[in-house]
């Protein structure tokens, strides 16, 4: 009995010995599940803290919502887009912050937002397609602030699951695109103001890539040269000049420059039209360089000078004719500057007083007179130069003249004046009266400003409110209206017109043109500059409009053609000028052509010869 008991001790000390093995294996399995348990919690922990701190501190808004689609968690950047709160936003409906109906909204962009039907049957379907796909990117919508202004916003929305892919809500992570749209408006406004002035400044403008390959022109391009737009796109700007040595050699000389200088101006050539027939153009080019200063294009301002050339011509034939007519004059005709010297002398003064121009250029004019009047002669000099030029300049005053010879002859003279850069010149008009027929009508002296009356000048460019308050004006057009741009900025294009009453209708009949057309080219008008002297201007308008059609303005470009008029004024004068004194003049006067035969001859000589 004591054998069997000792065996069952045995037997049992051996089922607790394994059982506390198992219990303690038992133990350190449960105390690793509990540290893997507190482990993960920690973790898990730490991710929720992260998440929550990458929710917080995003700049872009942030919203959680529930299966029903009410908000459940929202971050700062949410409430600041929304100006709310967030005891205000918990809790609510997200189609509570969207406008739901269609019709004009305040938005934060600063301009009216059209929500249309259109707009609202798209959202429903992005929708639509949130719920079949669980996801939705880059879907720009609107949400309604606090102050009931819409702010457009660019939304990425996404479903969330548990572990039972059962849907327990959703994430949206938003942001405000009211920067975005305001540059994307101010970009299609900007592109809308550069294509008005492209469209409607007087001058012609190419541009062309880094070889002069032709991409784009204006329609003063096509009106100037006669092509279409596809008919130069892809040509060469070579193709359109002549290619004789003289314009080769020009060209090469101004392609150097260009490319030295990246810019050339007041280029003058010739280029073909369609037609055949050449047209003189002036042209001021650019290169354009892209973000790493590559050239990729260049930019050419063109000016169909045709105009000015004529004039210019008529202008030479108009001073051929008066030199012409100063030389074969009977009458003694000199040039004297402030000094009293004699600048110039023609052929009737040789024979009036026997002195080649040789001889007496350069000396003073007083040796034309005795020398017992040469003192008075003197102090009338100083008379014209001062305060009584006045009383001088155009009238006829008689004195004794004095030959080479020393012979004394009556004589009368007459004066005319015009400023140089060199000071007052005086033009006299000598006549020997001692054989008398009649007094000549004064000559007339191309006055200094006829050089540079036909030279290039820029257009200048003002824009403007719709209320015609200047809001830019370029550098040109300070230098036509004598005003500075500061000056410039703010006053009303209206207040640069005259007053009467003639103006103001002209400036209606185009102000209805241009509302009615929307674009003014090429008109005749006048404008008073700061000096409160008028300028005849020729100018091109055309409205400015945002995207939406409204006006927002208008551009104009002009150029002063005053100069042009005055000019053109001034030949008609001049030739109606040398007309009359062919028509009164009691000299005879004779016209052969190059053969020597007679083609016009004055009353004067038919009543001398008697035909």
């Known amino acids: 009995a004591e054998e069997k008991l000792e065996k069952y001790k045995k037997q049992l000390e051996a089922l607790v010995s394994k059982r506390t093995v198992d219990l303690s294996t038992r133990n350190k399995q449960l105390q690793e599940e509990i540290n893997v348990r507190k482990q993960s919690n920690e973790e898990l922990s730490k991710t929720r803290d992260y ?3 990458i929710i917080e501190s995003s700049l872009d808004p942030v919203v959680i919502v529930d299966i029903n689609g009410c908000i459940e968690r929202v971050n700062d950047s949410f409430l600041k887009m929304l100006d709310d709160t967030k005891e205000e936003v918990i809790g609510k409906h997200t189609t509570e912050f969207s406008p739901s109906v269609d019709g004009s909204y305040a938005s934060t962009t600063g301009r009216t937002i059209e929500i249309t039907q259109d707009f609202i049957t798209q959202s429903k379907e992005m929708l639509v397609k949130l719920f079949e796909e669980g996801k939705v990117y880059n879907w720009e919508r609107y949400f309604m602030r606090k102050d009931q202004k819409v702010v457009p916003v660019e939304s990425n929305i996404v479903f969330l699951f548990d572990s039972e892919e059962n849907m327990i809500g959703g994430v949206g992570i938003l942001r405000d695109i009211t920067e975005r749209r305001k540059a994307d408006e101010e970009s299609a406004e900007a592109r809308n103001f550069l294509q008005n002035i492209f469209e409607t400044t007087a001058d012609g403008i190419m541009v062309t890539d880094d070889q002069g390959c032709i991409v784009k022109i204006n329609r003063a391009i096509e009106h100037m040269l006669g092509y279409s737009e596809d008919e130069l796109a892809g040509k060469y700007t070579t193709e359109l000049g002549s ?26 050539t010739e280029w073909f039209r369609k037609d055949g027939s050449l047209c003189p153009v002036e042209i001021n080019s650019t290169f354009l360089k892209d973000s790493e200063g590559n050239l990729y294009r260049a930019v050419a301002g063109i000016r169909d000078i ?3 050339k004529k004039a210019e011509e008529s202008l030479r034939e108009s001073e051929g004719q008066l030199r012409s007519l100063v030389q074969s004059a009977s009458d003694a005709i000199l040039t004297i500057n402030s000094c009293g010297e004699i600048k110039s002398w023609n052929s009737g003064a040789h024979v009036i007083f026997g002195y080649t121009p040789e001889e007496i250029i350069g000396k003073s004019f007083t040796c034309l007179v005795p020398e017992r009047y040469r003192e008075n002669n003197k102090n009338t000099m100083e008379g014209m130069l001062g305060a009584e030029k006045d009383s001088f300049v155009g009238k006829t005053f008689s004195f004794p003249g004095i030959r080479k010879d020393g012979g004394e002859f009556p004589a009368e ?30 000559i007339r ?33 300070t230098l036509i209206t004598g005003y500075s ?26 102000q209805r043109t241009l509302l009615e057309e929307g674009v003014v080219n090429k008109v005749d008008f006048a404008w ?5 002297n008028l300028i005849d201007v020729e100018m091109s308008i055309a409205l400015l409009t945002d995207t939406d059609g409204t006006i927002t303005g208008s551009v104009a470009s002009f150029r002063d053609i005053t100069e042009r008029k005055r000019a053109e004024q001034e030949i008609k004068e001049a030739k109606e000028f040398l007309e009359n004194i062919f028509r009164t003049t009691t000299d005879g006067i004779i016209v052969t052509d190059n053969e020597g035969t ?8 038919e009543k001398i010869l008697g035909y």
């Open 598 to 605: 007679i083609t016009v001859v004055n009353e004067a000589t």
């Open 51 to 53: 998440l929550d701190k």
């Open 413 to 442: 003279i007459s004066y005319a004046s015009y400023e140089t850069k060199e000071g007052t010149v005086f033009t006299g008009f000598v006549r020997d009266i001692t054989e008398r027929q009649k007094a000549e009508q004064e």
């Open 528 to 532: 008073k500059r700061k000096d409160n």
């Open 306 to 308: 045709s105009d000015r």
């Open 243 to 268: 290619h004789d040595e003289e314009h080769s050699k020009k060209r090469a000389i101004m392609l150097e420059q260009l490319f030295e200088k990246g810019y050339v101006k007041h280029w003058e």
């Open 485 to 510: 741009i500061n000056e410039l900025i703010g006053k009303r294009s209206i207040e640069l017109a005259p007053q009467e009453s003639s103006h103001k209708e002209k400036g209606k009949a185009y």
């Open 445 to 477: 002296e191309a006055r200094n400003f006829l050089e540079n009356i036909f030279k290039t000048v820029g257009d200048g460019i003002i824009v403007t409110t719709p209320d015609g308050h200047i809001t830019m004006a370029n550098e040109t057009a």
